[in-house]
């Protein structure tokens, strides 16, 4: 798909000042700031996020990521020397019958060199007792250099493993967000609904319940897809030829409403807006090249990586934030508009002191 691709990694890197990097979210969601940038020209406009209504048509759709961080960052002990352990949470491995106390997932441990197969760690609860223990299995990797994932077997004493990881787990945040110790739902959207992430989707962070609602009330429609976001959204692209990148897998749903939705906009002559990049992966991971149009998806797997060259099916525009240097979902935005037409953005945004990543400000290309 990509053969001729001429950009390098080296292509999407920019220097950031550290006090730009957001440490804690805008006090009032949609008052942050927002930079519109056109599409093709790469004109480009400051504004403040709630201005978004300025942009939107009657008759236009914003698809959103509903799914919900889970509270997959969990501090213990090993058993036996009491040392400090981290089991960071990635993802489930769906066994043919499911237990209630029980379950294997894959996931990351810190430290990874004295956590191997057979290794404990435990997890008190709130009344002082372990509520929770992770048994590390095997290396997912199969390189058993005390690198990479782990599978580990999570076991309970509490009613379900559900109130076991609510009761010991931690909402993880970025590693470029250093001692966040305001409000934790800050880091969900106010539509989320199931955690089945490990990071959330940004760019849904600026909406407000109201926001959401004014707009439908000016005809704008609003759908959902769901995107288990994992820890690649952090990743940086190591390789010098971004081809050569392999993305995680992912497991994505477009439900049938949201289908029906996006045809009904598009027959009608309106624009589709995806908010945030996972939404963007959904919907054109959703489109089927054999038949000419959206299917309907329930948890497939996804690894679609969108660089330069991409042919959008699905999507009109694109509301985001500003991403770490080097990373795939810069690049996924520059395929959506052009390499200098980002680049500009973002040194203007620099320029203006925006604010970056996770907790930072928004983008709108239209």
């Not at 300025?54 to 213990?76: C, I």
């Not at 089927?288 to 497939?300: I, N, S, T, V, Y």
């Amino acid at each position: 798909m990509y053969e001729n691709l001429t950009l390098r990694t080296a292509d999407y890197d920019y220097d950031l000042p550290e006090e730009l990097i957001a440490q804690e979210p805008a006090p009032i969601r949609d008052r942050c700031r927002m930079l519109v940038m056109e599409r093709e020209s790469g004109a480009l406009e400051d504004r403040i996020f709630a201005d978004i209504v300025d942009y939107l048509r009657p008759g236009d759709l914003l698809v959103a990521n509903e799914t919900r961080v889970r509270p997959a960052r969990l501090l213990g002990n090993k058993r036996g020397t009491g040392g400090a352990a981290e089991v960071f949470l990635l993802r489930e491995r769906i066994q043919p019958v499911r237990k209630n106390d029980e379950a294997l997932w894959e996931a990351l441990v810190r430290p990874g060199k004295r956590l191997k197969p057979g290794a404990v760690v435990d997890f008190v609860g709130t009344d002082g007792s372990v509520a929770l223990s992770a048994e590390v299995v095997d290396w997912v990797d199969q390189t058993g250099e005390g690198k990479g994932e782990r599978l580990v077997r999570l076991t309970t004493t509490l009613p379900s493993l559900d109130e076991a990881l609510h009761e010991v787990g931690n909402t993880p945040l970025p590693p470029y967000i250093k001692d966040y110790a305001g409000d934790k739902e800050m880091y969900q959207t106010v539509y989320s609904r199931n955690e089945s992430s490990a990071a959330a989707p940004t760019a849904g962070l600026h909406f407000t319940p109201e926001l959401i609602a004014d707009l439908q009330e000016r005809g704008i429609s609003w759908e959902t897809v769901e995107l288990e976001v994992g820890l690649d959204t952090f990743r940086l692209i190591d390789e010098d030829d971004p081809t050569e990148h392999k993305i995680h897998t992912e497991l994505f749903s477009v439900p049938q409403r949201t289908v029906d939705a996006i045809e009904r906009t598009k027959a009608a002559g309106g624009r589709v807006f995806a908010v945030g990049t996972t939404s963007v992966r959904s919907l054109e991971s959703a489109w089927d090249p054999e038949l000419g149009r959206l299917r309907a998806r329930d948890r497939e797997a996804t690894s679609l990586y969108i660089l330069p060259t991409f042919q959008f099916h699905v999507i009109d525009g694109m509301i985001t934030n500003f991403h770490v240097p080097k990373s795939t979902l810069m690049m996924l935005v520059s395929a959506f508009s052009s390499h200098a037409n980002l680049m500009n953005a973002y040194q203007h945004a620099i320029d203006e002191r925006y604010r970056f990543f996770s907790f930072g400000d928004a983008m709108l290309i239209h």
